[in-house]
């Protein structure tokens, strides 16, 4: 009887135990730059959700990603450089080890919902980590839509949504009935939202909203269809409602306080884009290694450790995301893994506790229209260096338009070029 008890208790306790480990939530939407959002001192766009998570949490301010979408993917996720593991574009290499491979080793469940273009057809996100998934462009040629009657793989299966249904809304919802299937659990969500990459077509919330639309990402080229940029505000708003949705389901089952949130985007904002942030107009960068290419927004919000309402101006970049979630969870990594990672975990950041801070971020950038072009750069945050040469004062720069002359440089201006140099030195062999 008394073993009987032991064992009970025993397992009582491990559950737990396991019910009290933190679950964690990453999103990340699709061509979003910084300067898009109201917390960033964003004028044009509404984004009342996402205000709330910035006001509750910590919003970083000089957070850099790669300049278009599959090199920020695959940083992301496996917490490498693109100069140790990028192969081509939409593609991640099977050997690599992501994120979600690490939350199910230790006994996560583990969920993607979203855009994929990472090829390696339908058994791939198992392959990654993924327990369960609802993703588009994952199968090979797809160029289904992914607005308006979309066509998406959930869990192995095709499907084509021809009844007015809405690409964004079926992850939204999948990923909401994910949470409430395991609300009892420990879970990781890699949430890597449809909004608000073009085309820019009507939302359900848009007065000329057309559930019978013809998706045009499955359209020929050329098709101008309502692919207009001034459908991007209504996505705006559309992709903010999603992640309010996601919050209060949250709420509802009693996880919030238990749930670290990450929101960040994958690149900066489409190039056809003009928003006015902090009294300026700033045109989206999407695919250039410019300030307006890489600098998009991070807010995290979470447990009753994080700091609420802080603005943070230290250097992050997107191989920090892995070893931040891995500390948090309190999640170990191989050492001979762990050294072949060039994320900086900014956990004690937002604690508010000392710690160790990025002072460079590194950027190896291969062009998805050449693929024998390689930009590299490192910066600090107020000067940047390319490998081809061109050094440029960030805080009096921003475009990129002026290159500092060697001769003309202070002593102290000098010294920041040698170090930028050391970095770009440190990755030639890889």
């Known amino acids: 009887m008394k073993k009987v008890f032991f064992i009970t208790t025993l397992l009582t306790f491990i559950a737990l135990a396991q019910a009290k480990r933190m679950n964690v939530i990453l999103i990340m939407a699709d061509d979003l730059g910084y300067e898009c959002l109201n917390s960033y001192g964003g004028e044009s766009y509404k984004t009342p959700h996402l205000d709330r998570l910035s006001e509750g949490g910590m919003t970083f301010l000089n957070a850099h990603s790669q300049p278009i979408c599959t090199p920020s993917r695959v940083q992301i ?31 996560y469940k583990t969920c993607m919902v979203g855009k994929w273009q990472l090829a390696g057809g339908v058994d791939q996100p198992y392959h990654f980590g993924f327990d369960q998934y609802s993703l588009w462009r994952i199968m090979k040629n797809d160029n289904q839509s992914r607005y308006p009657n979309p066509g998406i793989v959930e869990n192995g299966k095709f499907k084509n949504y021809q009844n007015g249904e809405y690409g964004p809304d079926r992850m939204n919802q999948f990923a ?9 659990e420990a879970f990781m969500l890699y949430y ?18 057309d559930p019978e639309a013809i998706g045009l990402d499955n359209l020929k080229d050329g098709f101008k269809g309502k692919d207009n940029t001034k459908y991007f505000s209504d996505m705006m708003s559309y992709m903010d409602k999603q992640v309010g949705r996601l919050v209060a389901t949250l709420e509802r089952l009693g996880l919030r306080e238990n749930t670290l949130i990450i929101f960040t985007g994958d690149n900066g904002t489409t190039r056809g884009i003009t928003s006015r942030c902090q009294g300026k107009e700033i045109q989206g960068g999407k695919g250039l290694t410019s300030d307006a290419g890489t600098h998009v927004p991070l807010i995290v919000n979470g447990p009753s450790y994080v700091l609420k309402g802080v603005k943070n101006s230290n250097l992050i970049d997107f191989s920090d995301i892995l070893p931040t979630i891995c500390e948090a969870t309190d999640i170990s990594i191989p050492t001979e893994e762990l050294d072949d990672l060039d994320g900086l975990s900014f956990l004690p950041q937002l604690k508010g506790q000392k710690s160790q801070v990025r002072e460079w971020v590194y950027c190896w950038y291969q062009k ?14 107020d000067y940047k260096l390319y490998a081809s040469g061109p050094f440029f004062n960030l805080q009096k720069d921003i475009l990129e338009k002026n290159r500092l002359k060697y001769d003309k440089l202070s002593p102290e201006e000098k010294k920041i070029r040698q170090q930028l140099k050391q970095v770009l030195k440190k990755y030639e062999n890889n």
């Open 192 to 209: 890597s939202m449809l909004l608000v990459h073009n085309p820019f077509e009507p939302t359900p919330d848009s007065e000329d909203w």
């Open 176 to 184: 909401l009935k994910f949470i409430e299937d395991n609300k009892d």
């Open 77 to 107: 996720m496996t917490g490498k450089y693109n100069v140790k593991n990028y192969k081509k574009f939409a593609y991640l290499d099977p050997n690599e080890k992501t994120f979600a491979n690490y939350f199910k080793d230790a006994g």
């Open 368 to 381: 998805r229209t050449d693929a024998s072009k390689v930009i590299q750069f490192a910066m600090n945050k």
